[in-house]
């Protein structure tokens, strides 16, 4: 019988497992015939979440600042010093985070589909490829459909976002400078983006269901007003990002991480901070729980708290960042644009921790013109 069995072979479960199988004997179950694909990530991430993932990933490009463009068509210019996100090659990334979790010792099972799981006294056992496999404890790692947090009953997310992004031939006009756009248009409840890469780009979205066009009509928009033709996409990717949580990340024998627990910034849709931080108090809960025979989801329950300790506050802020977003319309958001566009702003959001949004609205909100302008449309966010 293994000490853990992992599901799912993305950033989330190979973190899990490398942590864990230095002292356990771990087994990762993975339906794709390898890591990294398919691809559904922008790739943005910051210097410090490629150093918390211990692996060096190539870095397709190094970015310094933004435009975020406006439905009316204004552009708030954001500059600061230094590099403030990487667009890493995330199937890279993937792929070396699976070859050190097997380096610790993790058993890496690929193509391998999990069906289903039971829980007794005795332990987990899991049907997967045909086959079935015992362990003490399960963890869910399997994204934003997970089937192990659906077999905890009633433990969906508040809600997702649909995305869809392409890579594109296009030579940048700036190769550090990538442009968000807000607005019905292009992105209805979310944002776009368009990042450089050497002579590509990275064209994509997120945006609400329910808001009128598909994420791909929105795509083919965005890509039309770019003047990207058709034969100059070379690949396109799509998927869907839990937002606001899940009711538990635990259960009896039972952790999830990652998408499959909501942990999500809710602000940029991101997930690989949230599961650096949520990893090791995974590790050591799971550990504590193996060594003292304590597998209980009373005693597994001291992870959630664990991680929403380091990281709760966060997503939480977050999450009432993007619910005032959402009922922003297009007038509202041309009158933030009118709001902020003062070199005072400029300087604070200049020097925004992208792992941490909410750090930048309070000292936003104590201009007195942004916070006048901004005051009736948190007071409709909240009603």
Not at 31 to 42: D, N
Not at 114 to 133: F, L, M, N, P, Q
Request: glycine share 12%; charged share 25%; aromatic share 6%.
């Amino acid at each position: 019988m293994h000490d853990v069995a992992v599901v799912g072979g993305g950033p989330a479960g190979t973190i899990t497992a490398g942590l864990l199988a230095k002292d356990h004997d771990v087994v990762l179950i993975e339906e794709h015939a390898s890591s990294g694909l398919p691809m559904q990530c922008a790739g943005l991430v910051t210097q410090e979440v490629v150093d918390m993932c211990g692996v060096e990933p190539d870095i397709l490009s190094r970015i310094r600042g933004a435009d975020v463009v406006f439905p009316r068509g204004g552009r708030f210019e954001v500059r600061g010093e230094g590099v403030k996100v990487l667009l890493i090659d995330r199937a890279d990334l993937d792929r070396k985070l699976a070859d050190n979790a097997a380096d610790k010792g993790a058993e890496i099972r690929y193509g391998t589909k999990y069906s289903g799981h039971r829980i007794s006294d005795k332990g987990v056992s899991i049907s997967a490829g045909g086959g079935e496999t015992a362990s003490r404890l399960i963890v869910g790692a399997d994204g934003q459909n997970s089937k192990v947090a659906a077999a905890m009953g009633g433990n969906l997310p508040k809600e997702y976002v649909y995305g869809i992004q392409a890579d594109v031939r296009r030579r940048p006009e700036h190769d550090d400078v990538m442009t968000l756009r807000v607005g019905s248009e292009y992105a209805p409840g979310f944002f776009s983006w368009e990042v450089p890469f050497g002579d590509m780009m990275r064209v994509g979205l997120c945006m609400n269901a329910g808001t009128g066009g598909s994420p791909n009509d929105h795509l083919k928009r965005l890509l039309k007003t770019m003047g990207v033709e058709k034969e100059d996409v070379v690949t396109k990717y799509s998927g869907k990002i839990p937002l606001g949580g899940r009711p538990k990340t635990y259960g009896e024998r039972t952790l999830l991480i990652g998408d499959a627990a909501g942990q999500v910034k809710p602000v940029s849709g991101g997930g690989l901070y949230p599961i650096c931080k949520a990893a090791p108090i995974l590790e050591r809960t799971a550990a504590e729980s193996l060594r003292e025979n304590k597998t209980t989801a009373k005693y597994l329950s001291r992870y959630e708290k664990g991680w929403k300790k380091e990281i709760g506050k966060e997503l939480s802020r977050g999450y009432k960042i993007r619910k005032i977003f959402t009922s922003l319309s297009d007038e509202d958001l041309e009158k933030v644009f009118r709001a902020i566009d003062k070199e005072d702003t400029r300087a604070v959001l200049s020097g925004i921790d992208l792992d941490s949004p909410s750090s930048v609205a309070l000292p936003m909100l104590r201009n007195p013109g942004v916070c006048m302008s901004f005051l009736p449309m948190i007071i409709r966010a909240m009603i």
